[in-house]
């Protein structure tokens, strides 16, 4: 995997180190190298990463450093970015409390950047910003089962659903629900006991939509580097592409639960 620009706002830093172990997940859903006898593999495993890091140790980051990631990435040259961080609703309940992550946002739709977010993890039919915004692709979590993940949010906006592990959601009348079950993670390698960069292995607890997220930022890439839709897709036509091809869940699409369903890659890059 090749990287390039990187950038760490918070210890203002052209060298971003993950304190946390969550990047780093994420990058490795996205883009880990394969066929080099080591862990698994990314889903877009070709693709070059710009790390950027806004979130500290903890997790958390300001919008003014969120911001200035977004506009960063668009600056150097981001073709794809992966929000996967949340103001949960009950934080943040409008674009105008968050007005310098939006223009940011808006500012790199408008240089044909696509945008993907994480929906959250607050068991809400609410979605969560910035995956809220309407210029983000939104995506909510899956289980083993096909069945929304019992954390994840939906609700109005709710554009896909990707895999997120876990346990599945009660929804009555859903045949692939099953609550009473214990269900996997995702596993993908990553930092064990950050911030000690040399212990890596593969964490069995990782589950929620910043694991959902990444796989359709992935497959963005994917579309993009595949042509099917034009040499330049824009960041609209590719979500309807990914909106036409994904596996439709619940009654109807799009619905709060799964907006227009399961993230299905093989038949978003499929030439017919």
């Given at each position: 995997?090749?990287?390039?620009?990187?950038?760490?706002?918070?210890?203002?830093?052209?060298?971003?180190?993950?304190?946390?172990?969550?990047?780093?997940?994420?990058?490795?859903?996205v883009a880990e190298a394969?066929?080099?006898?080591?862990?698994?593999?990314?889903?877009?495993?070709?693709?070059?990463?710009?790390?950027?890091?806004?979130?500290?140790?903890?997790?958390?980051?300001?919008?003014?450093?969120?911001a200035r990631g977004i506009?960063?990435?668009?600056?150097?040259?981001?073709?794809?970015?992966?929000?996967?961080?949340?103001?949960?609703?009950?934080?943040?309940?409008?674009?105008?409390?968050?007005?310098?992550?939006?223009?940011?946002?808006?500012?790199?739709?408008?240089?044909?950047?696509?945008?993907?977010?994480?929906?959250?993890?607050?068991?809400?039919?609410?979605?969560?910003?910035?995956?809220?915004?309407?210029?983000?692709?939104?995506?909510?979590?899956?289980?083993?089962?096909?069945?929304?993940?019992?954390?994840?949010?939906?609700?109005?906006?709710?554009?896909?659903?990707?895999?997120?592990?876990?346990?599945?959601?009660?929804?009555?009348?859903?045949?692939?629900?099953?609550?009473?079950?214990?269900?996997?993670?995702?596993?993908?390698?990553?930092?064990?006991?950050?911030?000690?960069?040399?212990?890596?292995?593969?964490?069995?607890?990782?589950?929620?939509?910043?694991?959902?997220?990444?796989?359709?930022?992935?497959?963005?890439?994917?579309?993009?580097?595949?042509?099917?839709?034009?040499?330049?897709?824009?960041?609209?036509?590719?979500?309807?592409?990914?909106?036409?091809?994904?596996?439709?869940?619940?009654?109807?699409?799009?619905?709060?639960?799964?907006?227009?369903?399961?993230?299905?890659?093989?038949?978003?890059?499929?030439?017919?």
């Amino acid at each position: 995997t090749r990287f390039v620009a990187p950038h760490d706002f918070v210890d203002n830093s052209r060298f971003p180190v993950d304190r946390n172990g969550h990047g780093t997940f994420v990058a490795g859903v996205v883009a880990e190298a394969t066929n080099n006898r080591i862990g698994l593999t990314g889903l877009a495993y070709g693709a070059s990463i710009m790390p950027v890091r806004v979130l500290d140790a903890n997790g958390e980051g300001s919008e003014t450093t969120i911001a200035r990631g977004i506009r960063y990435a668009v600056n150097h040259g981001a073709e794809v970015i992966n929000l996967s961080l949340e103001f949960s609703p009950g934080e943040v309940s409008s674009a105008a409390e968050i007005p310098d992550i939006i223009r940011a946002i808006n500012f790199a739709h408008s240089r044909g950047v696509v945008l993907v977010g994480a929906a959250g993890n607050d068991q809400t039919s609410q979605l969560a910003y910035p995956a809220r915004a309407p210029s983000v692709i939104s995506v909510g979590a899956t289980t083993l089962d096909r069945c929304l993940a019992n954390y994840s949010n939906g609700g109005v906006g709710l554009d896909l659903v990707a895999p997120g592990g876990g346990d599945d959601a009660v929804l009555p009348g859903d045949p692939d629900c099953h609550p009473d079950r214990n269900l996997p993670a995702i596993r993908q390698m990553s930092l064990v006991d950050p911030p000690r960069w040399g212990r890596f292995g593969y964490p069995n607890d990782e589950i929620g939509t910043s694991m959902s997220s990444p796989e359709v930022a992935a497959t963005a890439a994917l579309l993009i580097a595949s042509g099917v839709i034009g040499r330049h897709p824009t960041p609209d036509q590719i979500l309807a592409r990914l909106e036409h091809t994904a596996v439709a869940l619940g009654a109807s699409q799009p619905n709060e639960n799964y907006g227009y369903g399961l993230l299905d890659a093989g038949a978003a890059t499929a030439s017919s």
